[in-house]
């Protein structure tokens, strides 16, 4: 993970990947993963996502993980939340009614910390990362979460026309890092609204329950 990279990216608020409001896929097809009412869901390389705000006003405790203290400052912020600030080796951990989120590099965060998580949601995460940490990612991510249950949104592009992030991570690509371990429903393929970069793009949406 190029850490100076996003770092830049939000200290200079080039976010464009953060959208407005809770992603519509999200509330389409998370009720899918049938998690129970209380279920603690993890979303990996959070940002100052809306959808946190959505699926904690479902009734679902979120975790999550992010390398930005602005993005992790921001998100608190905007949920009108005062977190409570823990030193955790590499990592702080930001703690609230309901959310509790780790800021550092995700992959120094282990399953002691983490705790028990009853599913994943990962809709910024694995297009984040290029293509030589994608498999690590999705290994790290399976261990923490003893392989919770997932919704994982996908882009599908023409990489020749655009250089990510986020990534072109195509069926094949997901069926590789994940079937081992995953039963996998591609539960929708739907353009990308304003495709990526200005380039034609669809969305992937994956179910993933484990074998």
Not at 19 to 34: G, I, M, Q, V, Y
Not at 112 to 139: C, E, F, S, T
Not at 154 to 166: M, N, Q, R
């Amino acid at each position: 993970m190029n850490e100076e990279f996003w770092h830049g990216r939000w200290h200079n608020n080039q976010i464009g990947f953060h959208e407005s409001e809770p992603n519509p896929l999200l509330l389409k097809h998370f009720r899918a993963l049938d998690v129970a009412e209380d279920g603690r869901v993890f979303v990996p390389l959070c940002g100052k996502s809306h959808d946190i705000g959505w699926l904690m006003a479902q009734g679902h405790p979120v975790v999550g993980a992010e390398l930005s203290r602005l993005a992790v400052e921001a998100l608190f912020h905007q949920l009108g939340l005062t977190p409570a600030i823990t030193p955790l080796g590499p990592l702080e951990r930001f703690e609230a009614a309901g959310l509790t989120v780790f800021v550092g590099n995700l992959f120094d965060l282990d399953r002691h910390a983490l705790g028990i998580v009853d599913a994943i949601y990962d809709r910024a995460a694995l297009v984040a990362l290029p293509d030589h940490m994608r498999a690590g990612y999705a290994a790290h991510l399976i261990h923490l979460t003893h392989a919770a249950p997932q919704l994982l949104i996908t882009f599908e592009y023409d990489p020749s026309l655009a250089i990510g992030p986020p990534f072109s991570v195509d069926a094949h690509e997901v069926r590789r890092h994940y079937g081992a371990t995953y039963r996998l429903v591609e539960a929708a393929r739907e353009p990308t609204k304003g495709g990526v970069k200005g380039h034609p793009a669809h969305d992937g949406v994956w179910l993933m329950h484990r074998r």
